[in-house]
């Protein structure tokens, strides 16, 4: 059989600095809590005071009825405070919770009986046997202390029992929100895992291509084969670092797009230019890697009509997203939805990755002469 679980070891030397720091760290609404407690427990039975409004004394009366629950949920909230501050997690939560309020019970009884002698305050019931002619009621002390401590001792575990239900869900909607936040983050680091392992898959086969295009042009002797040796190596010098980095940027986006276009009109012996123009303050913007070099190779798949110009253009949405356009000089992009759906399937799993609400979007206009591609990105 196994041993029951032993009560924590109480270092009572270090209660009364906990004590303090517990209350010390009130927050407002708890305070707010414990008054709308004692405001309402106030109210319950106040309308009696019709029953003894003639009295000249009543406003005495209904004094003793509205601040005597105000300085009990006081009490209780003092004696509350250092429970709650415990361990969260503790098996003896509840023990503790029940514990702080009996005490707290206890010692309100206490205050109870010393303050109002002193204030001089009488309760309605008082007044109402006055206005019987009967005597004052004179109860067995030990009984009424008892009864009245069981009393606020059953008030105040429903009330402290209701809260200790709201913050639990506050804790497990906490908890759950992190656990969600440390899966899309796990969910973001697999999807930009997988682009990379992309990203390496398609170099090395780009790159053979280009070294036997440049082998064949230095064996024929053509002019263009240091020029393409250079596009390739600044290509290399933009692309290869990225392999090694946890994200990308826009310009950086910008510069393997301008180095790839170079390498492959240079090697189909045409011109094709890229201008950039967005904001100098969303060049380091992060986004998605691998999405825009997909687009230019859907363009340049038939080398016989390469396009001449491109042009990346960025701008920030209303909602703090960023919308790109990466426009061709070439139209007649028809027959090519298999590599749209692809990269639209792409979109839809780094939406569903981010932490943030957002739809990503991909929209493709071609007409005869141009072709232009929209990507709506969330913040």
């Known amino acids: 059989m196994s041993a029951a679980p032993m009560p924590p070891v109480v270092r009572w030397s270090a209660l009364p600095a906990h004590a303090w720091r517990s209350w010390g760290s009130l927050r407002r609404e708890e305070l707010t809590w414990f008054l709308l407690m004692g405001v309402f427990y106030g109210l319950v039975d106040v309308t009696s005071i019709a029953y003894v409004i003639d009295n000249p004394r009543w406003p005495a009366a209904l004094a003793n009825q509205l601040l005597t629950p105000l300085l009990v949920a006081l009490v209780i909230l003092m004696a509350w405070l250092p429970a709650n501050r415990s361990a969260v997690d503790s098996p003896w939560r ?59 001792c059953v008030t105040a575990s429903l009330s402290v029992a209701w809260y200790e239900a709201v913050l639990r869900r506050r804790r497990t909607r906490a908890r759950l929100e992190g656990l969600l936040r440390e899966q899309s983050a796990m969910q973001r680091d697999a999807a930009a895992a997988r682009l990379a392992t992309l990203q390496a898959q398609v170099e090395p086969q780009f790159l053979f291509d280009t070294l036997v295009d440049i082998e064949r042009a230095y064996e024929h002797g053509e002019h263009e084969a ?52 967005w904001p100098a303050w969303l060049s380091s913007r992060p986004v998605p890697p691998m999405l825009l070099l997909p687009l230019a190779q ?82």
């Open 94 to 152: 509840v023990a503790r919770l029940a514990a702080a309020v009996l005490l707290g019970a206890v010692a309100a009884k206490l205050l109870y009986d010393w303050l109002m002698p002193l204030l001089h305050l009488p309760s309605i019931g008082d007044l109402a046997r006055e206005r019987k002619g009967e005597m004052p009621y004179e109860p067995v002390h030990w009984l009424n202390f008892i009864g009245e401590c069981l009393s606020i």
């Open 226 to 277: 240091a020029e393409q040796m250079e596009r390739l190596i600044r290509h290399l010098r933009v692309a290869l670092p990225r392999l090694r980095e946890s994200g990308v940027t826009l310009e950086s986006e910008g510069a393997l797009l301008d180095s790839y276009l170079a390498v492959v009109a240079g090697r189909q012996r045409r011109a094709l230019t890229l201008s950039t123009d």
């Open 298 to 379: 859907l363009m340049l798949r038939d080398a016989t009509r390469l396009p001449t110009q491109a042009r990346l253009s960025a701008s920030e949405t209303a909602g703090g997203g960023l919308r790109l356009r990466l426009a061709f000089d070439r139209g007649g992009l028809i027959g090519e939805d298999g590599a749209l759906r692809a990269l639209g399937e792409r979109l839809e799993r780094l939406e569903r990755a981010s932490p943030v609400e957002g739809v990503a979007r991909l929209h493709c206009r071609s007409n005869a002469d141009d072709t232009e591609f929209t990507l709506e990105l969330p913040a």
